[in-house]
């Protein structure tokens, strides 16, 4: 099997995630994509809701679709979680399948303040997710990337790997700006699925 995996805080899910998610499963020909909510950071991260609350909005906003799972490996264990181990233990579990780690250009450009980038960068391909506000040429500032194919369609990275790059439909949507509607008492609709804002409204979450 082909399997994706898009790590996130998810917090919370909007059609962003959901969108990048369907498209890097078509143009990948993916089987799954794993959703893979983050764990509760020991140090207080700014509006980050209990992990619980996020891994519950993402079962409720990909139910829908049957090549979509949400892994609770992260929100599970008590110590920090970092991507490397993630991505190992996925290897672990899926030894006989390619895994792909999809993620936005934004997400892309932070990892060098990841834990072990290095490692990281050589243990998958990646799927590369335009994203508004994002230019694919910053990629490569980035000192993973080694080198662009003409089209932009790909980059090569230094560990040998591959990001293959996925022009998406342009979505402007963002967790952050989500939480600055809800605290402001503004509509959220069309931003995420109705199942996700009534549960956001029913548990009372991002309150200011
Ligand atoms: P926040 O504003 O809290 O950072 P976010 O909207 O960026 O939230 P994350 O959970 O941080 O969402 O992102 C998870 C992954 O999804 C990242 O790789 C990010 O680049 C990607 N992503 C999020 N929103 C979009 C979008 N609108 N278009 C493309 N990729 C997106
Ligand atoms: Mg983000």
């Known amino acids: 099997m082909r399997l994706g995996i898009l790590g996130g805080t998810f917090n919370p899910i909007h059609f962003g995630h959901l969108r990048a998610a369907e498209e890097a499963r078509e143009r990948v020909n993916l089987d799954k994509v794993i959703f893979m909510p983050s764990g509760n950071p020991p140090l ?6 209990d992990a619980f609350h996020r ?5 409720l906003a990909t139910a829908s679709n049957v090549n979509f799972v949400v892994s609770d490996l992260e929100i599970r264990q008590t110590e920090k979680s970092y991507t490397v181990n993630t991505i190992q233990k996925l290897c672990g579990i899926y030894p006989e399948d390619k895994l792909f780690f999809v993620l936005g250009i934004d997400a892309f450009l932070d990892i060098p303040n990841w834990w072990q980038p290095d490692v990281l960068t050589g243990m998958v391909d990646f799927i590369l997710v335009t994203r508004p506000g ?17 089209g932009l369609e790909q980059f090569r990275l230094k560990s040998g790997r591959k990001a293959l790059v996925l022009q998406m439909t342009p979505m402007g949507i963002s967790s952050t700006e989500i939480r600055r509607l809800l605290r402001e008492s503004k509509s959220i609709k069309y931003l995420l699925p109705d199942k996700v804002e009534e549960y956001i409204y029913q548990h009372n979450l991002y309150h200011p």
């Not at 994002?134 to 003409?150: C, G, H, I, T």
């Open 44 to 49: 207080k991260i700014v509006d980050l809701i």
């Open 134 to 150: 994002f230019n694919l040429m910053d990629v490569l500032k980035s000192p993973y990337v080694l080198s662009a194919d003409d």
């Open 55 to 59: 891994y519950t909005m993402a079962r």
